[in-house]
């Protein structure tokens, strides 16, 4: 291409940069321009060389100037990739001069995307605001407890979280009450995060502190139990018991917190052991000593002892919980599928056990379709026996896609109305496979 030739084409786009606002209005009170690229410089589409600075303020500008800005941009020729890197940069040092009218402007922007991305609940342009909403953290909470925002407001409050959560978790923590509790519960993992390797000083005892201060409806005991001192130091189990006793008449959720500790120090124990352990302890703290210890056990062998602990403490909830489910699971999956199903058929038969039952025979179904009849013939006729003979059926349709062996377990169920109920979840299957039985 001749030098005639390059210097055309490149008058052609800066036409059109021209054209499309990539150069927008001067004036007198001052103005935005295009920084010269490196792009333009060899004759390359403007738009490929577009920076997060691309705009930026000739000399200091007042708020009225960058709302100003913010319209012009609108009729850039940006794709929206390149319109959103913009316009964060405008917003960044607008919210140094206007938080809230910075702020404002974000919240009506269309939030489109190209090109697709992870979904992100504040959309694409408020989390720049994180500096401005941490170095102002009394300023950016009043507006967004007064509801400056509107229904935004929700989207800035999450960002105003993480930001000002990670510079000063003390800040955010005293303000715990004033959230929704789902809110809080992401702003006291914030503050758990945040507290470690700080070097202003703030420790996990000083958030500890704070949070202790609220009810439990506001913080829970377990919330509480991540800003104390990790397991695993010399601890005294006498001393620990005895103080869980006189917290226990003193304050539960405290008690309920150092049982929790005591847990995890009697993790290594057998269930026998931890039993004799929490011999003495307050009715209502027993049971979170198991629960903790269950849930960080690394024997898996203890697992179903720990479950039985649990139900002997009538610690129903605890038993339904996904965390217990997965311990279990665990198990099964590494070499225990046989033990954890045999285990499954003592269990009392509740509402809170039917999942657990299921869950706890699958993987020995799965591993031994034939030879799981055999077994399934010496569980005592009830319950769990219709219910084992219908998580065959499933297994043998969503694992084995077997019919013959589905239609074998079904009729092996004697109470009538879970064999119908057994024979829908066969229809779900039909349906989805568009397989029909002659």
Same mark, same amino acid.
């Given at each position: 291409?001749?030098?005639?030739?390059?210097?055309? !084409?490149?008058?052609?786009?800066?036409?059109?940069? !021209?054209?499309?606002?990539?150069? $927008? &209005?001067?004036?007198?009170?001052?103005?935005?321009?295009?920084?010269?690229?490196?792009?333009?410089?060899?004759?390359?589409?403007?738009?490929?060389?577009?920076?997060?600075?691309?705009?930026?303020?000739?000399?200091?500008?007042?708020?009225?100037?960058?709302?100003?800005?913010?319209?012009?941009?609108?009729?850039?020729?940006?794709?929206?990739?390149?319109?959103?890197?913009?316009?964060?940069? *405008?917003?960044?040092?607008?919210?140094?001069?206007?938080?809230?009218?910075?702020?404002? $402007?974000?919240?009506?922007?269309?939030?489109?995307?190209?090109?697709?991305?992870?979904? %992100?609940?504040?959309?694409?342009?408020?989390?720049?605001?994180?500096?401005? *909403?941490?170095?102002?953290?009394?300023?950016?909470?009043?507006?967004?407890?007064?509801?400056?925002?509107?229904?935004?407001?929700?989207?800035?409050?999450?960002?105003?979280?993480?930001?000002?959560? $990670?510079?000063?978790?003390?800040?955010?923590?005293?303000?715990?009450?004033?959230?929704?509790?789902?809110?809080?519960?992401?702003?006291?993992?914030?503050?758990?995060?945040?507290?470690?390797?700080?070097?202003?000083?703030?420790?996990?005892?000083?958030?500890?502190?704070?949070?202790?201060?609220?009810?439990?409806?506001?913080?829970?005991?377990?919330?509480?139990?991540?800003?104390?001192?990790?397991?695993?130091?010399?601890?005294?189990?006498?001393?620990?018991?005895?103080?869980?006793?006189?917290?226990?008449?003193? %304050?539960?959720?405290?008690?309920?917190?150092?049982?929790? !500790?005591?847990?995890?120090?009697?993790?290594?124990?057998?269930?026998?052991?931890?039993?004799?352990?929490?011999?003495? *302890?307050?009715?209502?703290?027993?049971?979170?000593?198991?629960?903790?210890?269950?849930?960080?056990?690394?024997?898996?062998?203890?697992?179903?002892?720990?479950?039985?602990?649990?139900?002997?403490?009538?610690?129903?909830?605890?038993?339904?919980?996904?965390?217990?489910?997965?311990?279990?699971?665990?198990?099964?999956?590494?070499?225990?599928?046989?033990?954890?199903?045999?285990?499954?058929? =003592?269990?009392?038969?509740?509402?809170? =056990?039917?999942?657990?039952?299921?869950?706890?025979?699958? =993987?020995?179904?799965?591993?031994?379709?034939?030879?799981?009849?055999? &077994? !399934?013939?010496?569980?005592?006729?009830?319950?769990?026996?219709?219910?084992?003979? $219908?998580?065959?059926?499933?297994?043998?349709?969503?694992?084995?896609?077997?019919?013959?062996?589905?239609?074998?377990?079904?009729?092996?169920?004697?109470? %009538?109305?879970?064999?119908?109920?057994?024979?829908?979840?066969?229809?779900?299957?039909?349906?989805? =496979?568009? &397989?029909?039985?002659?």
């Amino acid at each position: 291409m001749t030098r005639r030739s390059k210097t055309i !084409l490149l008058a052609s786009h800066l036409l059109l940069v !021209l054209a499309g606002g990539f150069v $927008a &209005w001067q004036s007198t009170d001052g103005g935005f321009f295009r920084q010269p690229s490196s792009a333009l410089k060899q004759g390359k589409p403007p738009e490929r060389d577009l920076r997060g600075d691309a705009f930026y303020p000739t000399k200091d500008w007042h708020s009225s100037e960058y709302a100003r800005a913010w319209k012009a941009v609108r009729n850039g020729r940006f794709t929206t990739r390149e319109r959103i890197r913009v316009q964060r940069d *405008l917003l960044g040092k607008w919210a140094v001069v206007d938080l809230a009218a910075a702020v404002e $402007a974000a919240l009506g922007e269309a939030w489109d995307r190209d090109g697709g991305s992870d979904f %992100d609940p504040s959309g694409p342009l408020l989390d720049v605001f994180s500096e401005a *909403l941490a170095n102002n953290p009394q300023e950016s909470w009043d507006m967004i407890r007064g509801r400056q925002f509107g229904v935004g407001t929700g989207m800035l409050r999450r960002v105003w979280i993480e930001a000002v959560g $990670a510079k000063d978790p003390s800040f955010l923590a005293k303000r715990l009450d004033a959230l929704s509790w789902r809110d809080r519960d992401h702003a006291a993992e914030i503050c758990h995060a945040a507290v470690h390797g700080r070097s202003d000083g703030v420790t996990e005892a000083d958030l500890f502190k704070v949070l202790a201060a609220f009810p439990e409806d506001i913080v829970s005991a377990e919330q509480l139990l991540n800003f104390t001192t990790p397991h695993g130091g010399a601890v005294d189990l006498t001393t620990i018991k005895e103080e869980i006793v006189r917290l226990g008449k003193e %304050d539960d959720r405290l008690a309920r917190v150092k049982a929790m !500790l005591l847990g995890r120090e009697l993790v290594s124990k057998s269930p026998d052991e931890i039993a004799a352990e929490i011999e003495g *302890l307050p009715e209502g703290v027993r049971e979170e000593v198991v629960w903790a210890a269950l849930k960080d056990t690394g024997k898996m062998e203890n697992v179903p002892g720990l479950v039985d602990l649990l139900i002997e403490e009538n610690a129903w909830a605890k038993v339904e919980q996904r965390e217990t489910v997965q311990q279990l699971q665990k198990l099964a999956r590494n070499g225990g599928a046989a033990e954890v199903a045999e285990w499954a058929t =003592t269990l009392p038969v509740r509402k809170e =056990t039917i999942e657990l039952f299921h869950r706890s025979v699958e =993987t020995y179904l799965a591993e031994n379709l034939e030879r799981a009849r055999a &077994w !399934l013939a010496r569980i005592p006729p009830g319950v769990w026996r219709d219910r084992a003979h $219908a998580e065959y059926s499933q297994v043998a349709l969503h694992v084995y896609n077997n019919s013959r062996a589905s239609r074998w377990a079904l009729d092996q169920i004697a109470a %009538d109305d879970f064999k119908t109920e057994a024979g829908d979840w066969r229809e779900q299957w039909e349906k989805r =496979t568009g &397989w029909a039985e002659n």
